[in-house]
C-alpha cells in the first residue's frame, strides 16, 4: 500500500506538513524571505490585531461571505428547482446556465470591468432603461463590493449543476407517496426534498465559505484593493504584505488566522448540521 | 408578454394532456427564460465587444453588434500582447500539470481504493482533510521552498506539486476504484500478476471516464489559476494567460482597450468550451462526483 501512496505522502509532507509547520514558525518571526527569520514572538500578532487594515480586510471578506454564499446557495437551489421539471428547451437552459461558470478567474474579472463601467458599460446602461441613475460601481467606495457581491451571482449555474443531481437522486416513489397522501409542493419540498439534498447543501455550504474568504483574482485585477481599501479581501492583504511589502512573518501570521478561521467555521457547521442533514445509510439523528 | 404566449403554447403539449397548462410550469419557463437571457447577456457582450473598432468600443449606449467587424483584433493581439506566448505557457503548464496529475493521483488512489487496513483509514482522513485547507495558509513557506530550490521564474513550482498527486482527483479516483469488482483483480491474480501491472491493465482501463474527468479538471485548474503564476512568474515571456490579461488592465493604459480586453476573454474561454464541448457528459457527471466548481 505505501508504495502506492507514496507520491502523495512525500507530496503532503513537502507541500501540506512541512508549509504549515514552518508557517506557524514563521508567524513569530520578522522575516523578508531574504534574510534569515529574526523570532520576535508574538509581535506580528499584536501588530495584526491592533493594524487597521487587518480589520478592514476581515470586514469586508466576511460581508462578502455572508452576503454572496447564502444568496448563492438560494439561487442555484432555485435554478435547480426549476430546471427539475419537465420543460421544453430544458437542456438549452442547463448548458446556458452552466456556460458562464466556465469564464472563471480573470477573463470573467476583465469582462466584469467592463460591464461595471460608469460611463460606457453595460450594468447602468441597462439600469437606464428603467430610469435608474447607476452608480460608479467600482470606483466609489460605496458601491465596489456590491458590485463584486453581484458579479458572483453570475456562476451560480456551477452549484446549480450539483443540486440538480442531488435532485434527481431523491426517490420519485416518495414523493408520489406524499403526492398521495395529499401533500402540497412546498410540503413535499420542506419535508422530503429538502432532508434528502441536505448533504448537497452543507458540502456546498462549506465550500462556498471556504472559497469566498479566498478572494484574490477579483481584488487584484479590477480593483487592487480599492477604492479606498473597500475591497481589501483578507487574501488580498496577505499577498500584499508578503510579496509587496516583504513582510513573510507577519503575513504569515495573517495565514495561520485564516487557517484557524476556516476550520473553525468548517468544525461549527459541521457540528450544527448533525441533527439536520440526513445520509442514506446513516443513522438516524 | 410574448414570452408568457411563448410558454403557454409550448407547454401544454408537451406530454400532460389530462391537465391544462400547470401554472407553476408556465411561470418556471418565464422565469428560466428571463434569467438565462441575464446570464447570457454578458458573454454576448464580450463576443460583440471583441469585434468592435477602438472608437466604438467607448460609443454608449452601447452598440448591440459592431457597426464594422473588426476582426483585425483578433490578430493585433498576437502582435502586440504577445498572446501567442501566453497561449504556450499556459498549455505546456497544462499539460505537464495533467500528466502528472492522472499518473500520481491514479496510484495513490489505486492504493487507497485497494488496501483497507488502520493505517489506510488515517491516511485517508489525513487527505480529506487537506481538501480544506486554503492555499494562502502555505503559500509563503513554499515559495521559500522553490525559491531556495532556485525554481523562481520556471514552470516548474507550477507543475511539479501536480506529481504528488492533488486530494480532490486522489478522491474522486478512489471512489471509483472501490467501485470496480473484486473478481477481476482475483483474476489477475491467479495469472500472476503484481499489483502494478494489475493497475496498469485492469483499474486504469476500466477507468477512462473517471480519468478523462480528472483530466479536465486539472487542466481547467490550471488554465485558470492566477496566485500561484503571478508569484512564481517574473519575466513576461514566461507568463500565463491569466497574468498576462491581469496586466492589460494596469497602468500602460490611460483608457483601458477594452475591445482588446474583451478578445482576451474570448480566446481564454475556447479551450475549456472544447473541453466542455467533447466531454460534457463525464464533465458534468465529474462536477457532480467532486463537487469541484
Redesign the interface.
Known sequence: ?????S??????L???L???L??LY?SFTDYD?IHPPRFIGLANYTEMFGSELFWKSVTVTLKYTFISVPVQLLLSLG?AL??N?????RG??RT??Y?????????????????F?P????FN?ML?WFGIPGPAWLMSPDTALYALIIMSF??A???M??FL?GLQGVPASLIEAAKLDGAG?LRIFVNITLPMISP?LL??L??GL??S??V??QA???TQGGPNYSTWFY?YN??TS??KEYR?GY??AL??V??IV??LF?AIIMKLSNRYVHYEGGGRR | MSIVKAASTRVPSSRSHRRKADPVKIASFTALLVTTFLMLLPLFFMVSTSLKSKREMLKFPPTFLPESWAWSNYTEIFDKLQFGTLYKNSLIIGVLTVIGTLLSSALVAYGFARYRGRGNQLWFILLLSTMMLPYPAIMIPQFVLFSKMQWIDTFLPLVVPAFFGSAYNIFLLRQFFSTLPEELFDAGRIDGCGELRMWRTIALPLSAPALATVAIFAFIYSWNDLLTPVLYLSSSDKFTLPVGMASLTSSRFRIPPWHLLMVASVLAMVPIVTLFAIAQKQFVEGIVLTGIK
Open positions: 500500500m505505501y508504495m502506492f501512496i507520491p502523495w505522502l512525500i507530496g503532503f513537502v507541500f501540506a512541512y508549509p504549515i514552518s508557517s514563521y524571505i435554478f426549476l430546471l421539471q419537465t420543460l421544453p428547451l438549452f437552459f446556458a446556465m456556460f458562464p461558470s466556465m469564464v472563471s478567474g480573470v477573463a470573467m474579472s476583465l469582462l466584469w470591468y467592463w460591464i463601467n460611463q460606457i458599460g453595460l446602461y437606464s453570475w456562476t449555474g456551477a452549484g449543476i450539483l443531481a409542493r448537497v458540502f456546498q462549506i465550500m471556504i472559497d474568504f479566498q484574490f483574482t487584484f485585477v479590477m487574501v496577505l499577498y508578503a510579496f513573510a503575513s504569515s495565514a495561520w485564516l487557517l476556516v476550520m468548517t
